[in-house]
């Protein structure tokens, strides 16, 4: 095995992209691996001397493999946008991939400089027997706060219809976006009766999804040969823009101390999904911190949940669906999940 941690990244990208469907990121991913010289090399300079382990907490590579995909859906290069899917061949899309970083490596460079933003809708599917669990719990209307909302789309999880297998189905069957996860263990509270008193969410650098090249930059987080994700994704899309979903520009952080406060008739819910890793330890423990002040001023009346979709702490695998409850400071763990919300293992 080599010793590079850039190398072991792009290889551990493969296995990854492989073994959840994406045959066609799991080859480009291959190849990468095998070829980071010159000017691709350089792209990853923020990030040389890094560990494998932090590389990969940062998502080195679906940051570049992003901005690949991003360059192929603008169709501003027509050899890269050829090769990738639906005819998807991978040696010809790096191969174009390499000249177009020749001639602009700075374009590239702006793109990998964000953390990604994989507002990936499906993991409303795995939220919802969460909020379920909250209402069930508390008997009162939802308050949600969203951390790391990117376009907000999982803002609109209440509008969506969920199809659990034999779990049950839940939500307006009439929607535009029908969601599926596959189901075990025993069935969530999909009975619950919930209301949403209010939504609210911030993002450090909020992607507006009427705008078509943010948009764009969205759905380049997307892996280009599932086909079904990129068709919920235009669907929620639409959606949002006819909702006029709003996500505000703000530090989790100090967002999270001046908006979370538990508040009398109402559950206050603060949740996130696949966000937590992006923020580093100090800003962790400082979100963590800012949760806990509001969780001393809990009362039955105002209980304040904090639910995550998160991987379990200090490893990337497995994805963990966990809420703590206050005033009472119960934590459990509620499911294991997909990272892209297919199947949901529930414990309840």
Excluded at 106 to 127: D, G, K, Y
Excluded at 138 to 165: K, M, V
Excluded at 184 to 197: C, F, H, N, Q, Y
Excluded at 321 to 330: I, K
Aim: net charge negative.
């Amino acid at each position: 095995m080599t010793d590079d941690p850039l190398v072991r990244n792009f290889e551990t990208q493969a296995e990854v992209c492989a073994q959840f469907g994406s045959a066609f990121y799991g080859e480009l991913a291959r190849l990468i691996a095998h070829d980071l010289a010159g000017g691709v090399r350089a792209l990853f300079a923020p990030w040389e001397g890094a560990s494998f382990e932090d590389q990969m907490g940062a998502a080195v590579t679906l940051r570049f493999l992003g901005a690949i995909h991003e360059l192929a859906l603008s169709g501003e290069d027509a050899a890269l946008s050829a090769a990738f899917p639906p005819d998807g061949d991978a040696a010809a899309a790096w191969a174009a991939a390499k000249a177009a970083i020749g001639r602009d490596p700075a374009r590239f460079a702006a793109f990998m400089a964000h953390e990604p933003q994989t507002n990936e809708v499906r993991r409303s599917a795995c939220l919802l027997p969460g909020f379920l669990a909250v209402a069930q719990a508390t008997g009162l209307p939802l308050a949600c706060l969203e951390l790391g909302a990117s376009a907000g789309l999982n803002q609109l999880w209440r509008r969506y219809h969920y199809d659990y297998d034999a779990a049950g189905i839940w939500g307006d069957p009439a929607s535009p976006l029908a969601l599926t996860a596959e189901w075990t263990g025993p069935p969530p509270p999909l009975d619950a009766r919930i209301e949403v008193a209010s939504t609210a969410a911030c993002d450090r650098k909020p992607i507006d999804i009427a705008d078509p090249v943010q948009r764009r930059r969205l759905k380049a987080y997307l892996w280009p040969d599932q086909v079904e994700r990129l068709a919920r994704f235009d669907a929620a899309a639409e959606m949002a823009i006819a909702a006029g979903v709003n996500v505000e520009a703000a530090d989790a952080v100090d967002w999270t101390l001046a908006r979370a406060a538990p508040r009398a008739g109402a559950a206050t819910v603060v949740y996130h999904s696949i966000f937590w890793q992006y923020l580093g330890p100090r800003v962790q423990a400082a979100l963590t911190e800012a949760v806990e002040i509001h969780a001393a001023a809990a009362t039955p009346d105002a209980p304040l949940a904090w639910l995550r979709m998160e991987p379990a702490p200090g490893r990337l695998m497995p994805i963990e669906l966990r809420l703590m409850l206050w005033p009472s400071g119960e934590e459990r763990r509620l499911a294991t999940v997909q990272a892209h919300g297919a199947w949901v293992n529930w414990e309840g």
